[in-house]
């Protein structure tokens, strides 16, 4: 569609080139909310040449902050902005994730580091623990 502004039509390619160049563009920063935590890693996958990436930011996304696809990848993933280390329940709530959505990959990304056992629990169910700089390993 078209948008009107004053005398200048914006198509909606347009306004989609504006938002994902501002994404793109977007740092993390420590006083990042959860909420833009999880657009900030989705926009990574994007940057980092994945076909798809979406926030999911919905009260009934079974556990999964983040889907993403590339090929026939399909990633779905907890994004943690934590002050310590992230337990067990991110790594349950992916392997949930996984099998809600069909997913082949998944993952939990943290800007803080993983307990012990949440490293064990991943280890057992095949889910990659990874810092947010570590997106574009995958």
Same mark, same amino acid.
């Given at each position: 569609f078209d948008k009107y502004e004053g005398d200048v039509i914006i198509s909606q390619e347009k306004i989609e080139e504006v938002i994902k160049e501002y994404s793109s563009s977007e740092d993390f920063t420590d006083d990042m909310d959860p909420y833009d935590y999880e657009h900030y890693c989705?926009?990574?996958?994007?940057?980092?040449?994945?076909?798809?990436?979406?926030?999911? !930011?919905? !009260? !009934?996304?079974?556990?999964?902050?983040?889907?993403?696809?590339?090929?026939?990848?399909?990633?779905?993933?907890?994004?943690?902005?934590?002050?310590?280390?992230?337990?067990? !329940?991110?790594?349950?709530?992916?392997?949930?994730?996984?099998?809600?959505?069909?997913?082949?990959?998944?993952?939990?990304?943290s800007n803080a580091g993983f307990t012990n056992s949440a490293k064990k629990l991943a280890e057992a169910n095949g889910i990659k623990l990874i810092h947010h700089s570590e997106i574009k390993n995958l």
């Open positions: 989705a926009n990574q996958f994007l940057k980092c040449g994945w076909d798809e990436a979406n926030a999911t !930011s919905g !009260s !009934s996304d079974q556990g999964v902050d983040v889907i993403a696809k590339k090929g026939n990848d399909y990633l779905v993933g907890q994004c943690k902005k934590y002050q310590k280390p992230v337990g067990n !329940s991110a790594v349950q709530e992916v392997v949930a994730g996984m099998g809600y959505y069909g997913a082949n990959i998944g993952v939990v990304i």
